[in-house]
């Protein structure tokens, strides 16, 4: 199975800031790539899919990047609501695999 | 709005059964596949399961292959998971999610009905 490793696990960041999360595929997943965050006590929600697109209603502060093996997602200006877990996940073969998560702190 | 309502979850001893249900709303269900994925406690996101719009094609994680099975009733909305076999580390809250249809990401997500296993 597609091995997914983000980095770091934890990020300090303080509101205002921007804040850069990796994801490494152990194989190539092309742009087969979402992520997701989940708040505490939440459900986790889709921000990005095929590596770089946006999905509904999601602000514009969230970007994500890469392709093959190497992914980021950047989170500009971090607001209060965006300090949460974040994590990758592949599509491209099954089984589909998330990584470990990154978790955003202030 | 869609909504995915999840149930069947409870407390069952290592080696039995349980069967969970998940009531969508708010699409055209019998349009989309949809997945299981599961959070054991304090832990990150393990996807489960996946079962096409009609039930043609089924997928597992290795780790439930052999004991779990995914299914569907398109007439009535609602997504299945039997789990046979239960394992102390099965235990994790489970979700249904929605098929994004374009891509194999989830693009809503029920509540989660915790299912603990335990003697």
């Known amino acids: 199975e597609v091995l997914m490793t983000q980095s770091p696990a934890t990020l300090s960041v303080s509101p205002g800031e921007s804040a850069t999360l990796s994801c490494r595929a152990s194989?190539?997943?092309?742009?087969?790539l979402a992520w997701y965050h989940q708040r505490p006590g939440q459900v986790p929600r889709l921000l990005i899919y095929a590596a770089s697109t946006r999905a509904t209603g999601v602000p514009a502060r969230f970007s994500g990047s890469g392709s093959g093996t190497e992914f980021t997602l950047t989170i500009s200006s971090l607001q209060s609501e965006d300090f949460a877990v974040y994590y990758c996940q592949q599509y491209n073969l099954w089984p589909l695999t998330f990584g470990g998560g990154t978790k955003v702190e202030i | 709005q869609v909504q995915l309502v999840e149930s069947g979850g409870g407390v069952v001893q290592p080696g039995g059964s349980l069967r969970l249900s998940c009531a969508a709303s708010?699409?055209?269900?019998?349009?989309?596949?949809m997945h299981w994925v599961r959070q054991a406690p304090g832990r990150g996101l393990e996807w489960v399961a996946f079962?096409?719009?009609?039930?043609?094609?089924?997928y597992y994680a290795d780790s439930v292959t052999g004991r779990f099975t995914v299914s569907r009733d398109n007439s009535k909305d609602t997504l299945f998971l039997q789990m046979n076999s239960l394992r102390a580390e099965d235990t994790a809250v489970y979700y249904c999610?929605?098929?994004?249809?374009?891509?194999?990401?989830?693009?809503?997500w029920g509540q989660g009905t915790l299912v603990t296993v335990s003697s």
């Open positions: 708010g699409f055209t269900f019998s349009h989309y596949g």
């Open positions: 999610a929605k098929d994004a249809a374009t891509t194999r990401s989830f693009d809503y």
């Open positions: 194989q190539s997943v092309n742009s087969n």
């Open positions: 079962i096409r719009y009609n039930g043609s094609d089924k």
